[in-house]
């Protein structure tokens, strides 16, 4: 059985790394600084690491994450989920079907899974997902490649047919978020609001206010 904090209906905030953005600051250093704005819940999404030296990171991570209750997904990678202990695994749409990551993972590791559209969602969500993170609803740099935003529309076509928490995310600030709860979103994640912040605990704060 799932703890609480597992429920994704609860985090409010999901942070995804990307240390390209961290103006020069440790991954680790800014994490703690999310850590003690109150932020729980992290995806280690750093595409360009060798498996070597994504499961080095990611250890690094836990030892700040476990002691604080919070969880750590790895992006795509079941492989280093597994190696680490992680809480569970992130698949992009060009990561495994839901359903052969689900196998892969078990039942108790947290299956979340990025959706564009409709289609995508209703596949998370028979393939053993746990959550959706849909989007980009506002334009973002780091969410380009996958297309124009959706706008809040897409949650509110999402929301009455998914039974799945739902996590917006695609340049969602402390000004927007309250609109992207209010269109059916259960919470939000983001990337450079606080990866790119100066004050990264007063990003976090911000956004979970």
């Not at 993170?133 to 509110?156: D, H, M, N, Q």
Request: with cysteine; net charge neutral; charged share 20%.
């Amino acid at each position: 059985m799932k703890a609480p904090i597992e429920d994704p209906r609860t985090w409010g905030l999901y942070v995804i790394t990307d240390r390209t953005q961290t103006s020069g600051r440790s991954l680790e250093e800014v994490v703690g600084a999310c850590i003690q704005g109150g932020a729980r819940v992290f995806q280690l999404r750093e595409k360009d690491l060798e498996a070597r030296e994504m499961t080095a990171l990611a250890e690094r991570l836990l030892q700040l994450i476990t002691p604080v209750g919070g969880l750590l997904l790895i992006n795509d990678r079941i492989d280093v989920a597994l190696a680490v202990g992680a809480n569970g695994v992130h698949l992009s749409q060009r990561g495994l079907p839901p359903v052969v990551a689900r196998r892969l993972l078990g039942p108790t590791r947290l299956l979340g899974v990025s959706c564009h559209s409709l289609a995508e969602a209703e596949e998370a969500q028979q393939g053993g997902a746990d959550f959706i993170v849909l989007g980009p609803i506002f334009y973002t740099p780091s969410k380009a490649l996958y297309g124009p935003p959706v706008g809040l529309e897409l949650i509110r076509e999402v929301r009455p047919r998914i039974g799945l928490p739902i996590v917006a995310i695609g340049g969602i600030t402390a000004a927007n978020r309250s609109e992207v709860r209010t269109a059916g979103a259960d919470g939000v994640a983001v990337i450079s609001a606080v990866m790119a912040a100066p004050d990264v605990s007063a990003a976090v704060r911000a956004l979970r206010a």
